[in-house]
């Protein structure tokens, strides 16, 4: 700190008590001024400074020169901390302020005084005798150098720099009065006059014109130039406080430069304060008008005696006048601006308040001078002087123009609404407490009502529905059950059974109910819509969920079903059952040489002849493609009286392929035949000691041996088949070692748009167990649900994932990519599932919108209420919902539309044959449209061909995933990705379909 330096310096260089005790130390000023503005952390340069001009009186006293920089160091810096604790302002724009200054400055030089004084005393410089004259002097010397540099320092900015310029003029005339009195007070010599001390007060006056004139600056500069001046000339010998006692000169000195600088900062302080109230009220003033000018409401007053008006600035406005060219408002004046036709009402107005001394309100037109017309709202009383006469009348207008014609376009927006109201499709109506107020047309025609007072006068509970709704409530007590929980709720929707008027139809509807209020009573407004077809549709949609379309038969879902009964009853009465798996022969063959249609007819033939050799409590099955399911219950207690009768059976089936199919179109008169055979794989079943999975897997492997055989033949499941079920106990214990090694990993396989562009990516499973092969999830994640070890295995999914979005994040590429997992249904019931997907977000700082929880059917439609109220806790978080391989399960509408899902998964099955197919082609278009009247977004997976896209895009898919973009990959290989690749199989599609 130069400037420190250079000032104690000087300041050591005129010395009052001894070589280190000066009349006034300024540099303990620029210390608190730079400690201050620019923060405690300066204290090491302070230090340096103070040691330097210390160590400057004599090099051979370094210790002592240390000593009394650590009180100067610590005085400043206590002052400087206290100012900053106490909230302290350096634009001394308060008195509060200056007096906080002035008192932090005393406090904080107590501390640089004692520590000098010891430090003197300590090098044997200050006798005992001498130390509290000494401490005196140091502290005043210390305390009035911060109240001289101080004030000076914190004020100088460029702001007060530049407000103190723009007055050079009066500073230059100042100046002038300065010098002349700083002359006679300091330095001329009043050593031999008695009478001299007055002549330094002299210069107060002049503070108190740069403190009001000059700012605080100014105050600041004016009280540090005359101390330095009194200073420098008493030291010199010359001046007022000069005197033969140099005690009580000094005192008066120390007393002088205090009073000044005080009586500047004050006269400063209290000039900004008057100056902050003035702003203040300027600002009220400009507020009030602004107000006035924004609500168009001006003020009046009117003095009856004497006939004088007062507008304010907004009322001029009002009668669309300037009042420059006016000059005062008259009644004449303001006669002229109301319309002709509404003065005499106006005039009356004003006379009847009058003479009863009330208010009155009233409304009328004011024509402004370009020929304009406005309407005007004016509020007025009359105020008595103490005889009760009226003296005054005071009042308001307001000008209602836009109020008017809001009130008009309300009204014809009434009619439009009316006429909106009566057109909507929907059935509108209103619901009081004693029946119904309000209808429109849509009702009218819905419920088969010729007036509407036919409607008003029908009960909706009673007339417009049946006795009982479908689940057997009676239809009276449940619609008053309905109406008192859209009382506490505000709003309500469910589905009802409604009746006709005039034919006692009974249809079903939708309704939706919502409290509102007309003219300040309660009601209830309500919606209903006939959704007759969309339960024929949603029945359409559950008999495809249960059956193929093709073939009629039941499909895998309804099969899987009743061979879950079977067991059930097998285990129940000790029978044996049976199922067979068929596949037909060289079926692919007929497809390529004849077409489609010539497989459908087979497929259609080929059940009916299977049918034809079971019995009728017996199932067959059409599981897809051309494999087919039987199953038989009641093969007897042992055995080997089950064996051949499924024997029996097998063989029945496999001779009905021995005649030809009719497969072209004509039949055999106009067609050609078609011979095939079948393949059967059996394997029988007793109680529930196997799942259904496993014993479809054994009947599959029977197949395939089937296959292997030759074809045209039927296999037993065998018992060394036994042993690829007993390689899972070895599996699922190297699925625990696998766990702990971290041999699993995450697979990513993009997802695109119907641009081809990247939006996101599912996160697939894979393990690689150590020095062995990959083994295939359909092979491990089973076994991991049925052990349980899906839990721990998807809590690791769960934490990988996250990890994986929080660096995506990091990229701009990849930021905005949504991750979707699969989650078991263990995982899911977990009771801490939601604390682990809430605490994994958190701990990884992901968006929840980017990661997607993708659940099977299963899931969800085990305990309905439950799994929404979880999926709902979930939701609260950010993360989306997919329900995944829709169309598989037992879902339904009216659970879908529960669900808080965000995405629709069509199954790969249904997209594999989507081209070939017609069964699942119309499931799929099915799925779509029933996703996109509920708001769902669709992604279908297994996407190979661009056949299947074609299909898939013209139908309205929005989002694609399957090998046909690109096969599941690792994050060193995604990081390597092609994005044109994405896209490629877009390239030569009609864009109508593909976008």
């Known amino acids: 700190m130069p400037a420190y330096f250079v000032a104690g310096w000087l300041g050591l260089r005129i010395p009052y008590a001894s070589s280190h005790i000066t009349l006034v130390w300024l540099p303990t000023g620029i210390a608190v001024a730079a400690l201050y503005r620019w923060g405690i952390g300066l204290w090491p340069a302070v230090y340096g400074a103070a040691f330097l001009v210390n160590l400057s009186l004599g090099p051979s006293s370094p210790g002592l020169a240390a000593g009394i920089a650590v009180g100067n160091t610590l005085g400043p810096l206590a002052t400087s901390w206290g100012l900053r604790r106490l909230g302290f302002d350096g634009r001394f724009a308060q008195r509060r302020h200056v007096l906080l200054f002035l008192g932090a400055a005393a406090a904080g030089m107590l501390l640089s005084s004692i520590g000098g004084v010891f430090n003197l005393h300590l090098a044997g410089l200050l006798p005992v005798a001498a130390t509290s004259s000494a401490w005196m002097s140091w502290w005043m010397g210390d305390t009035v150098g911060v109240l001289l540099a101080g004030p000076l320092l914190l004020l100088v900015n460029r702001s007060t720099w530049s407000a103190l310029l723009a007055r050079r003029r009066e500073c230059l005339l100042w100046l002038l009065w300065a010098c002349l009195v700083g002359w006679f007070a300091f330095v001329h010599d009043y050593a031999s006059s008695n009478r001299s001390l007055p002549m330094a007060f002299l210069t107060l006056p002049l503070v108190a014109w740069a403190a009001m004139r000059l700012q605080r600056l100014g105050a600041a500069v004016a009280g540090f130039g005359f101390s330095v001046l009194a200073a420098v000339c008493t030291g010199l010998g010359h001046g007022t406080f000069y005197l033969a006692d140099a005690q009580i000169g000094l005192f008066l000195l120390w007393s002088y430069m205090s009073v000044t600088m005080m009586t500047g900062l004050m006269i400063g302080a209290m000039q900004a304060e008057r100056e902050d109230v003035e702003h203040i009220l300027r600002q009220s003033e400009e507020r009030l008008k602004d107000a006035q000018q924004v609500a168009q409401v001006g003020n009046v007053e009117w003095d009856v005696l004497n006939d004088r008006l007062w507008w304010s600035d907004q009322y001029w406005r009002l009668w669309g006048l300037r009042p420059e060219e006016h000059g005062e408002p008259t009644m004449t004046l303001y006669q002229q601006g109301i319309h002709p036709d509404d003065w005499p009402q106006a005039e009356a107005d004003f006379r009847r308040a009058i003479k009863t001394k009330t208010s009155f309100s009233s409304e009328y037109r004011v024509v402004w001078p370009d020929g304009s017309v406005h309407d005007v709202r004016s509020i007025a009383r009359v105020i008595l002087d ?58 009218l025609d819905l419920f088969g009502c010729k007036t509407k007072v036919q409607f008003l006068q029908a009960h909706p509970a009673r007339e417009m529905s049946p006795p009982q709704q479908e689940d057997g409530s009676d239809s009276a007590t449940l619609a008053l059950a309905h109406l008192e929980r859209v009382k506490r709720e505000g709003a309500l929707r469910f589905e009802w059974l409604h009746r006709r008027l005039d034919n006692g139809r009974v249809f079903p509807a939708e309704v939706w109910l919502s409290a509102t209020e007309l003219d300040g009573k309660p009601c209830v407004q309500g919606i209903v819509r006939d959704i007759t077809e969309r339960r024929l549709a949603e029945q359409q949609i559950q008999w495809l969920a249960f059956y193929d379309e093709l073939t009629k038969l039941p499909n895998r879902r309804l099969a899987s079903d009743r061979l879950g009964q079977a067991l059930a009853v097998s285990r129940r009465n000790g029978e044996h059952g049976a199922i067979m798996m068929l596949d037909l022969d060289n079926f692919k063959t007929l497809n390529d040489t004849q077409g489609h249609d010539a497989g459908d007819r087979l497929l259609v033939e080929a059940a009916t002849r299977i049918q034809a050799c079971v019995r009728q409590q017996d199932t067959v099955a059409r599981f897809g493609g051309d494999e087919f399911v039987v199953l038989i219950e009641g093969l007897g207690l042992d055995e080997a009286e089950a064996v051949p009768h499924a024997e029996t059976v097998a063989e029945k089936i496999r001779t009905a392929f021995d005649a030809p199919f009719q497969v072209a179109t004509g039949g055999a008169a106009g067609g050609r035949a078609f011979r095939t055979s079948c393949s059967i794989g059996v394997v029988l079943f007793k109680g529930q000691e196997l799942s259904i999975d496993e014993l479809l897997k054994q009947a599959d492997v029977a197949l395939y041996q089937a296959k292997g055989a030759g074809r045209n033949t039927a296999r037993f499941f065998s018992p060394e088949m036994q042993a690829m079920i007993e390689s899972y106990s070895a599996m699922e214990a190297a699925m625990h070692q696998g766990l702990q090694s971290q041999e699993f990993r995450l697979f990513y396989q993009p997802q695109v748009d119907q641009k081809g562009r990247l939006i996101g990516a599912e996160a697939l499973l894979r393990w690689f167990p150590h020095e062995q092969h990959p083994v295939s999830p359909a092979q491990f994640i089973p076994l991991a649900e049925e052990t349980g070890l899906i839990v721990p295995i998807g809590s690791w999914v769960i934490q990988a994932a996250c990890a994986q979005l929080q660096g995506w994040a990091t990229q701009s590429s990849t930021r905005e990519l949504v991750l979707a997992i699969n989650v078991s249904a263990r995982q899911f019931r977990q009771p801490d599932f939601v604390k682990l997907v809430r605490d994994n977000l958190q701990r990884h700082g992901v968006n929840p919108a980017l990661l997607k929880l993708e659940l099977t059917e299963s899931v969800v439609l085990d305990k309905v209420d439950e799994v929404i109220a979880r999926m709902m806790q979930i939701k609260a978080l950010g993360v989306t919902f997919a329900l995944d391989d829709f169309g598989t399960g037992f879902s339904s509408l009216s659970y879908l539309k529960r669900l808080p899902l965000d995405q629709v998964k069509i199954d790969q099955s249904f997209v594999r044959d989507v081209t070939t197919d017609p069964s699942d082609a119309a499931i799929v278009r099915a799925i779509l449209a029933m996703s996109r009247s509920l708001g769902m977004q669709v992604i279908a997976e297994g996407v190979e061909t661009k056949e299947q896209l074609a299909f898939l895009s013209e139908h309205g898919c929005e989002h694609y995933q399957g090998y046909l973009f690109s096969k599941p990959m690792s994050i060193d290989d995604w990081a390597r990705m092609s994005l044109v690749d994405l896209a490629a199989p877009f390239s030569g599609m009609d864009p109508a379909v593909s976008i």
């Open 386 to 443: 103490e005889h009760g006469k009226v003296s005054r009348m005071i009042g308001t207008a307001q000008d209602i123009t836009e109020q008017k014609r809001r009130q008009a376009d309300m009204q014809r927006s009434e009619i439009k609404f009316r006429t909106l109201y009566d057109s909507i499709s929907d059935a509108v109506m209103l619901l009081g407490e004693h029946g119904m107020l309000e209808c429109n047309q849509a009702a």
